[in-house]
């Protein structure tokens, strides 16, 4: 299987600099979920570098900013499945950037605790609200640009 992240599609491309790549995540758990990735492929975090590691947390930090500023984000979960047995599915490290409002969960209450927890995720138990979930290509382009506007201050 070839990685999607090595070689992502290039409508899910947000942002890229010479350490990480910013996509949009292809099984959306709310509006915006976003993937920050080494451009190296790695499967562990213990096999990143120092800079690497800097620079999937100032991913995450002009993720949220972009967010919040092109799409009004209130909140985020933010974390990553270290292994397969942790919820892994793709064998590339990445971090998830999950973009939260008032009212798009029933019962926010234990954010990422529910990943342990074996409870039912509202949002990611139907294929519909995937796709309700995606960006419109506007949408996108708006990320996209906002990202280029601020990328290099992150490179």
Same mark, same amino acid.
């Given at each position: 299987m070839e990685c999607p992240f090595c070689r992502p599609p290039r409508e899910g491309l947000l942002y890229e600099n010479g350490l990480i790549r910013i996509l949009l995540d292809a099984y959306p758990a709310n509006r915006g979920h976003l993937l920050v990735v080494?451009?190296?492929? /790695?499967e562990r975090w213990e096999e990143l570098g120092e800079e690497e590691k800097v620079a999937l947390i100032r991913g995450? &930090?002009?993720?949220?900013? /972009?967010?919040?500023?092109?799409?009004k984000v209130e909140a985020f979960n933010v974390g990553m499945n270290l292994?397969? &047995?942790?919820?892994q599915t793709v064998p590339h490290l990445h971090l998830h950037v999950i973009p939260r409002w008032k009212g798009d969960s029933k019962n926010p209450r234990g954010g990422v605790r529910k990943a342990v927890l074996d409870l039912e995720d509202e949002n990611l138990n139907l294929k519909e609200r995937w796709e309700r979930n995606r960006l419109k290509p506007d949408e996108m382009n708006t990320l996209r640009e906002a990202f280029n506007k601020r990328g290099s201050r992150f490179s």
């Open positions: 080494p451009r190296r492929h /790695v995450m &930090e002009l993720a949220m900013e /972009v967010l919040r500023e092109t799409l292994g397969r &047995e942790a919820g």
